[in-house]
């Protein structure tokens, strides 16, 4: 690295892929000597213990009873400009658009010396689910065109951001990434419930929300269960959590289900699981599915959006219609049932994952960009 170059890193602090991309980029930076400042509402949620060269900010809201909820965005703003002054940064870089990219240029605007670069990236849902309702289309335009720099995660979000905006300007693709050590293929680390010699795992974990396709992960197990016996485990909390113990409920599959809530080191249950299942109406990258596939664990996925670009359909994994229960069950029944082809598959899993998407070299790519936006 020609010079320290000094980041404020603003991302929601939560479980959502978002915020660990932010995370896990923020703490690589830093290893190689970057100097990190995190700015959030809380410290976000991969961000554990010390690491040098890498502090957090809190941003605190102040209420007032005229308020009908609380202006994060404008103290978010005043907290970037704040450490801005007080560290001397070279560049914000804000994950997710709304309201992050709109803060990091208001912030960018009250700096007396504007010197402050801002980078953007956009992860998926900020563009397809948030940045197209009209009460943000403008303003999510807005903060993607006068970034200094925009990156997005996959060249699925590249073609629905130039859909949805229009935009005539450079965006780099830039995709997510795995550390390959840490998320690597291991023996069955514990026993657990649902953990038995004569039962397969099936994993599914995100944020629940509707574009999960809840009833897909539910459907699709249905029909493995009935030909494989096995457990499935649901990882992570979110709005449709209620609706997918119904649906369990409903299907008497109440003893074949197990509800592990939010997991802070999903790498630690990776070896205990057979198949990750990710059926989503669309997703612009699928990080869930990358750190399956670098611990040798076989995806089933959605065909729709940038998962295209991280599992090869049919050597890596299986990609089909998030409506097509049937065909994903039937390539996880065949594979489950295939000790062989299962390590044939877990292995190109693995080899993708290290061979794409490693976290230092995509980290790289970071460092570049962020380089060629300081000049
Ligand atoms: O939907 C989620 O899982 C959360 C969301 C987020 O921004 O936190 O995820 C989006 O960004 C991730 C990181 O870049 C991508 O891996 C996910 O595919 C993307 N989600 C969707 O596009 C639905």
């Known amino acids: ?110 700096l007396e010396d504007r010197s402050l670069k801002t980078v953007t990236t956009l992860h998926g849902t900020d563009i397809t689910l948030v940045g197209v309702q ?53 023996r069955r680390a514990f026993d657990g419930p649902f953990i038995t010699p004569e039962r397969k795992v099936i994993m599914h974990a995100s944020n629940f929300r509707k574009v999960k396709n809840i009833p897909g992960v539910i459907g699709v197990f249905r029909n493995i269960c009935e030909a494989v016996p096995s457990n499935l485990v649901l990882v992570g909390e979110g709005p449709e959590i209620a609706h997918a113990r119904e649906l369990v409920r409903l299907h008497g599959l109440d003893r074949d289900v197990y509800f592990l809530g939010i997991q802070d080191a999903i790498e630690e249950l990776f070896p205990c699981v057979d198949l990750l299942l990710l059926p989503s109406e669309h997703e612009s990258f699928g990080l869930v599915a990358l750190e399956a596939m670098s611990c040798g664990v076989p995806v089933i996925a959605t065909d729709r959006g940038g998962t295209r670009e991280v599992v090869e359909s049919g050597v890596t994994g299986f990609l089909s219609d998030p409506s097509d229960h049937q065909g994903m069950a039937r390539w996880a029944i065949d594979l489950l049932r295939d000790p062989g082809r299962w390590t044939e598959v877990s292995r190109a899993a693995r080899a993708r994952a290290v061979q794409g998407f490693d976290e230092s070299r995509i980290v790289d790519r970071y460092l570049a960009y962020y380089e060629s936006i300081l000049g």
């Open 134 to 186: 009209p009460s943000f289309h403008t303003v999510v335009r807005f903060s993607i065109q006068q970034s200094d720099g925009v990156t997005v995660v996959s060249r699925w979000l590249l073609e629905r951001t130039i859909e949805a905006f229009g935009l005539g300007r450079d965006i780099e693709v830039i995709p997510n990434f795995v550390d390959t050590q840490r998320f690597a293929p291991r």
């Open 1 to 110: 690295m020609s010079r320290r170059i000094k980041v404020g890193m603003v991302c929601y602090p939560s479980h959502g892929g978002s915020g660990i991309v932010a995370t896990e980029l923020g703490l690589a930076l830093a290893a190689k000597g970057c100097e990190v400042h995190f700015i959030s509402y809380a410290p976000p949620v991969r961000l554990k213990g010390y690491a040098e060269n890498v502090q957090f900010h809190q941003v605190f809201t102040d209420n007032y009873p005229v308020f009908h909820h609380p202006p994060y965005t404008l103290s978010l703003a005043s907290k970037i400009v704040e450490v801005a002054e007080l560290h001397d940064l070279d560049l914000v870089h804000a994950h997710y658009a709304v309201p992050h990219a709109t803060c990091a240029l208001l912030a960018r605007q009250m």
